[in-house]
């Protein structure tokens, strides 16, 4: 299959996306930008077009989709939602919303199995990309996991998802590159005793500290067999081909003879020596100077598919702060250095 990518700018993304749309409803896959990483599209009601998504990806069924919608009032085309729950999801919904905030909902009996996993909840995002925004408009909700094959890392551009997909796909929208650059961070909500209960299924942009305002945000736990609760809970994820060698502090690395290494750094800033401590191929700062989250963020994942691509023999990684945004990136990271 040939992979088509089509740029969309300020002058054409409405006949970019009208283009998508037409794929969409044809029962194909379109890779489509949001401000969180790209997502691989498929119509959400049409539970061939989700299998291909799977396929595509070499997903595991068991792992179930996000399903996009345009906004709040297509919600419970997807979600059944009433009383005291439906008062707390407006509530996020009117904070978060178009953002880059996953909440997880009891299911509407019109979505497919196929796109939950078999669960009896559906995970509902909506999107602040102008693209994802106007086809979900136009077409209804589209099921969009990230658009990268499964355990690897996700794309924040358009040409990662073609090093990702090309050739199992026949679109790719190009609609520049990802402004928050980590995946949405997923809740379950649900109605407690005395306030809401959201449970943290994956740190994301929106964060924890965010979230307390509308309820108890406890931390997931595990359900009992290997499956995972959300995907980010895999031990193992957004895992680059090289090793991945997190070290706490990066001064102490000892290179072993002969080893050609990379450096993942938070500041790029010398703290002890450790920038000089080896002579590195090549060194990808997050944040440069500032420390800034938000930036390191926006960099993480494209920064980390840099280095995969230097045929070097591992990545050695710097934290970053542990809380707030970072708590997210410090998330990815673990997943990515787990062996
Ligand atoms: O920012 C994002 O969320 C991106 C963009 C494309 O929207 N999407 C994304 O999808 O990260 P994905 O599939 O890579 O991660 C979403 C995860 C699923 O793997 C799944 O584990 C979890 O959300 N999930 C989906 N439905 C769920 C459900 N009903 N209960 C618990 N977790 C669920
Ligand atoms: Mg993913």
């Known amino acids: 299959m040939q992979t088509r990518v089509e740029i969309a700018d300020f ?7 009208e283009d998508a749309a037409k794929v969409l409803k044809g029962g194909e ?28 990806k070499g997903r595991p069924s068991f792992d179930p989709l996000i399903v996009h919608i345009a906004g709040i009032r297509d919600l419970q085309r997807v979600a059944v939602v009433s009383g005291e729950l439906e008062v707390v999801v407006r509530q996020l919904a009117k904070a978060f919303w178009p953002g880059p905030l996953t909440m997880v909902l009891p299911k509407h009996e019109d979505v497919p199995d196929l796109v939950t996993s078999g669960l009896p909840t559906v995970a509902v995002r909506v999107s602040k990309h102008e693209v994802m925004r106007l086809l979900t408009k136009e077409l209804g909700p589209i099921a969009a996991p990230s658009a990268n094959r499964f355990g690897r890392i996700s794309p924040t551009s358009a ?39 959201l449970r943290l299924l994956r740190p994301g ?31 193992s994820h957004y895992a680059p081909e090289i090793p991945v060698l997190l070290h706490d502090s990066p001064e102490e690395f000892e290179p072993e003879d002969g080893k050609r290494y990379a450096l993942l750094s938070y500041r790029g800033e010398a703290r002890d020596g450790y920038l000089d401590r080896h002579d ?22 494209h920064s980390l598919r840099n280095l995969d691509a230097e045929g070097i023999d591992a990545i050695v990684a710097e934290p970053v702060s542990d809380v707030g945004l970072g708590s997210a990136i410090m998330d990815r990271l673990r997943r990515a250095a787990f062996r």
């Open 29 to 56: 896959l379109v890779a489509l930008p949001t401000e969180t990483v790209y997502g691989l599209g498929a119509d959400a009601f049409n539970a061939d077009a989700v299998a291909k998504v799977f396929e595509a």
């Open 159 to 197: 040409s990662a998802v073609l090093a990702e997909l090309e050739g199992r796909i026949p679109l790719i929208v190009d609609g520049g590159a990802s402004s928050n650059g980590l995946e949405s961070t997923i809740i379950a909500v649900e109605v407690g005793e005395k306030r809401p209960v």
């Open 205 to 235: 942009p929106v964060t924890r500290e965010e979230l307390q305002k509308f309820g108890k945000v406890p931390r997931a736990g595990r359900v009992t067999d290997d499956r995972p609760e959300a995907p980010g809970s895999l031990d």
């Open 11 to 17: 002058e054409n993304w409405r006949a970019v996306a």
């Open 280 to 301: 590195w191929v090549r060194v990808e700062v997050l944040s440069p100077g500032k420390g800034k989250l938000a930036e390191a963020a926006v960099r993480f994942f």
